[in-house]
C-alpha cells in the first residue's frame, strides 16, 4: 500500500494504491492532525469544499487508487498549508 499527495495551483487529494499483486484489505486507517487522531476530514481547520471516500473496512484491488480527499478549485494552497500537520496510517 502507497499513500500519496498530489497538488496543483487548484487541486489537492491524498490517494491511497494498493502496488500489490492481489488485493488488499484495510481493516482500520488513522488519520491525525497535528498527532491527535480525527474522525471526520472536516475536523481540520479550514479545509472545506471537498470529496471524500472511506479506506477503512474495505477492499483495494490490486493497482487501484482509492482518493480519501479531493479539492478542486480555490483554496488548494490551504489543504498544502495544513498537510505539514496530517499523518495518515494503515
Do not use: C
Not at 487529494?13 to 480525527?38: C, D, H, M, Q, R
Not at 471526520?40 to 469544499?49: K, R
Amino acid at each position: 500500500m502507497e499513500i500519496f499527495r498530489s497538488h496543483s495551483a487548484n487541486k489537492f487529494e491524498y490517494g491511497v494504491t494498493n502496488s500489490g499483486n492481489g488485493p488488499a484489505l484495510v481493516k482500520f486507517a488513522v488519520v491525525k492532525n497535528n498527532e491527535k487522531a480525527i474522525q471526520y476530514w472536516h475536523d481540520i481547520p479550514n479545509l472545506e469544499n471537498f470529496t471524500q471516500s472511506y479506506i477503512s473496512n474495505r477492499t483495494i484491488s490490486s493497482q487501484r487508487t482509492v482518493t480519501p480527499i479531493l479539492h478542486r478549485g480555490d483554496n488548494a494552497d490551504t489543504y498544502l498549508a495544513a498537510d505539514q500537520l496530517v499523518s495518515i496510517e494503515l
